[in-house]
């Protein structure tokens, strides 16, 4: 079966750090870039984050660009998010979703789904 | 940056009626080399990720209902239940992959009238 599996969310101070990770099964991970996106409470959808392959090729959107990276470790079929300086603006369910890898070097539309991990940035 | 606008905020369709949602972007998302437009459509049930129902703005992904269609170019386009089913109940979000930022629009919250 195709999964993403997220883990690594909780509660942090504003100002703190936290991982996120995402782990594929049941299909070729070196196949597909990867993205997280994020969904605060009761909110719409937002881009957060894409990898290429390599990892050689990676764009953030502006809301979070110098605080968070994104990165990859193919041996470990795993997708990660680093996020620094935590702001309240954060809180959010953080989804990874897959690339459908319709084209390399260039997005395409998000075909596999985890099923998200909570991130709540509070004192 | 590309802005994704979605009409109408929500929806209320008798069971077998047709829904119409539009999305509009700021520019063009039309690729001139393939002409093929980079939109695609989520649709999104309650305490569930998104699912992706449609891709290069027409193109149904695997095991989508047939009832579900997209429609449009450039910086207009449509998704169109053709007739709502009760499992059909959801947000639905329009998403440009032309350019970086990516952006989806607002949602659309499709109910049971």
């Known amino acids: 079966e195709v999964q993403l599996v997220e883990s690594g969310g909780g509660l942090v101070q504003p100002g703190g750090s936290l991982r996120l990770s995402c782990a594929a099964s049941?299909?070729?991970?070196?196949?597909?870039?990867m993205n997280w996106v994020r969904q605060a409470p009761g909110k719409g959808l937002e881009w957060v984050s894409y990898i290429s392959i390599s990892g050689g090729t990676i764009y953030y959107a502006d809301s979070v660009k110098g605080r968070f990276t994104i990165s990859r470790d193919n041996a470990k079929n795993s997708l990660y998010l680093q996020m620094n300086s935590l702001k309240a603006e954060d809180t959010a369910v953080y989804y990874c979703a897959r690339d459908q890898g319709l084209r390399y070097f260039e997005p395409d539309a998000f075909d596999i789904w985890g099923q998200g991990t909570m991130v709540t940035v509070s004192s | 940056d590309i802005v994704m606008t979605q009409s109408p905020d929500s929806l209320a369709v008798s069971l077998g009626e047709r829904a119409t949602i539009n999305c509009k972007s700021s520019q063009s998302v039309l690729y001139s080399s393939s002409n093929k437009n980079s939109l695609a459509w989520y649709q999104q049930k309650p305490g569930q990720p998104p699912k992706l129902l449609i891709y290069w703005a027409s193109t149904r992904d695997s095991g989508v209902p047939d009832r579900f269609s997209g429609s449009g170019s450039g910086t207009d386009f449509t998704l169109t239940i053709s007739s709502l089913q009760a499992e059909d109940v959801a947000v639905y979000y329009c998403?440009?992959?032309?350019?970086?930022?990516?952006?989806f629009g607002p949602g659309t919250k499709v109910t049971i009238k």
């Open positions: 049941g299909f070729t991970f070196t196949s597909y870039e």
């Open positions: 998403q440009q992959y032309y350019s970086t930022p990516l952006a």
